[in-house]
């Protein structure tokens, strides 16, 4: 199935252009930002499902008219405009398939502001083999669309890149289970089931009304029936919260696992930054300490030598008998000077033995008595200056030991804050902590969903109870009044169908998904340039899709960009391939969220897509300058999207 | 694949999942209803009809 061509006619950017699309090759649209690339994805969807889901903001904001503003500008005032696209698709080979969607606008008011005038149309044109043609409308021509794209699984079709890149990241559980569920019709199972009951409601109202007894069970039935439904509301809401808080705290895990524990280390950093504070001001202290000292006691430690000296020759002069001093030299020498003595007053002659008995004595005294006073009365104050020094050493000693002992904690705290801050280094710490914050909130969910499930649960189970109790009730009543009995036999036939049929959808959901899985294995290996680092790639029983490294371990939340991106698209093949729908795959930016070597790899996947199906890109001049060599006419088709000078209309050049 | 067409999984699915095949019948006549109605469609007297029927079918079987 291959679009084969689409025609615009005052469409958006595209007032009268007509794009023929290849078959064969890859197309490919190159467009500067704004120029109408994604136009062409909401002119597709426009066309065929009546709404565009890609315009801008810009386009949304300003509310700009769907019709070319050159249309408008030239119109007259009062003239009636149409704006139209058509797809024309082919299937097998067959005559094509024209969709068109055409709105009619009536140009008015003082802006020319294009008016609806009147309600869109939308047709099928088919022409069979033998050239007749057929048109439909209304819900026929819808019936085509959902044999081409149908509207539950288009967005498997129509991608933006950033889509694309963030398809496995949110809800992923959700969109498999969604989408195995539109392509297996299985909603037409839901649809059986919930009509059947409805139905059931009807016939239990109709018994009540023959049997108050009956009427009062039902309406017991009902309330729990509507409980029941809440709880399973509940509980598939906890399920899906689970789901998403497990997801994301796997993903930080991964993100986590590379990188320092910022936040404990930090938190480690700050208490011994601290640490090193308090020792710090200690270790300034005990400076101050030592430095006072010194200063306090420079002058004893100066002199301490002849502090010791001064009172060793006091113990000296002590131990001769010198001190305390015998006699008065002086006086003595007087006594010779005068031959008189000064104490008794007797005279004596020169070489008497008076005089050699003085002359004597005087050469016994070594020390004056001044001088052995002198002696005296410093020996106190010198010990006590000895004593001072000998403590001064031990107190400069204990206090040279604490500084020591502090710096060499100093250096070390220091060392530690140095090889704590070298871990952290070159990472990004903020961005890091986020997520180990980011990580702790989804915990956080996670717990108290947990709380909430078993709460439910247990509700659950107990309502259960409570109606299999009350149907049983239900049926034995309606037993006892034999006119009831059709209404009896109805029930009962519609709760076996309704259970086969639940059962059946269960079966239906369970075969799909197994292929899905297995085609999505088979082509992710087929498109992925390192095979060798990925050992498999499943969807479960709980429709969550895994992808293991060669070491074994899960890493869908840290494959790159590019690789997600071939997930999503192996995926999406799989569900083409399953579902049957062969529609093209168009993709607006492809690259947005690829990088580094990555490119290359999913051009080349690019190639082999479309190998088998219709793919079409649109890409910027600059996200394309890089891929030239890949991605070129020789191996694409290739369209240029240009402005016209005035910016009011696209023109679309083939390369 | 159309609301229109029913896949022969599904139709086969439901043949194979039971031995009652009044039920599957059911099922597979209300499947065909459920794709092909058309807008403004009272669900509520086609299923009747059938249930009128295929019930009285298979209390009959049992």
Known sequence: MIIE?????????????????????LNLFIGKMGVGKTNLLNAINWCLYYNEPYLS???????????????IADAEKGEIKDVKVEIWVKINGEQPLIFTRKASFIIAGENNHPTPYRSPEFKVRSTDDRGNTEIYEGEDAEHYVERF???????????????????????????????????????????????????????????????PNIDCIRTQLETIEKNQLDAKRRIDECKRQIKIANDNIQEYEEKLSGVPKV??????????????????????????????????????????????KVIQIIAEKRKKGEIPPTGDLKLLQKILDDYTCSICGSKFSSGSSQEKSVKKLMDGIDLSSEIGHELMRIESPLTIYQNIAKKFNENIRKISQDIESYKKDLDEITKNIGD?????????????????????????????????????????KTLKKDYE????????????????????KKIDFIETTVNVAESIKNKIMEQIRKKISEETKKKFFELHWKKESFNEVCIDEDYDISITNSMGFPCLGSISGGEREILALSFTMSLHRISGFDAPILIDRPLTM?????????????LNIAKEKQLILFLTPNEYKGISQILNSKTCHMFELKMTKDEKELVVIEV | MSKGSISEHILKTIQQSTNDKVISDFIIELIYEEANHIEHWRFKSSYNTLIEKYSELWSQKK
């Open chain 1, 594 to 606: 690829v990088s580094g070597e990555s490119i290359d790899y999913v051009c080349e996947a690019f």
């Open chain 1, 420 to 460: 704590l801050k070298s871990k952290i280094i070159g990472f990004n710490d903020e961005k890091i902590s986020n997520w180990a914050k980011q990580k702790k909130s989804f915990e956080d969910v996670r717990d108290r969903n947990n709380q909430n499930l078993g709460v439910q649960e247990e509700n659950l």
């Open chain 1, 469 to 488: 109790r009350l149907n049983e009730e239900l049926a034995d009543e309606l037993k006892r009044e034999s006119k009831l009995k059709t209404i009896k």
């Open chain 1, 57 to 71: 903001r810009k386009e949304e904001d300003i509310q700009l008219p769907i019709m070319n503003l050159k249309t």
């Open chain 1, 263 to 308: 936040d404990d280390i930090k938190s480690k950093i700050t208490e011994l930054e601290i640490k090193l504070n308090d020792k710090e001001l200690i270790y300034e202290s005990k400076i101050t300490e030592k430095r006072d000292l010194l200063y306090e006691n420079g002058i004893i430690l100066l002199n301490y030598p002849a502090i010791e």
């Open chain 1, 5 to 25: 061509k689409i025609i615009f006619e005052n469409y958006r950017q595209y007032k009268n252009v007509e794009i023929p699309l290849s078959s064969k090759k």
């Open chain 1, 149 to 211: 794209v149908p509207t539950g699984i288009k967005e498997f079709f129509f991608f933006d890149g950033e889509r694309l890149d963030k398809y496995f990241k949110e809800s992923t559980r959700e969109n498999i289970r969604h989408s195995i569920f539109q392509i297996s019709q299985t909603s037409l199972l839901n649809s059986i089931s919930e009509n059947l009951n409805k139905i059931k409601q009807d016939f239990r109202k109709e018994a009540g009304k023959r049997s």
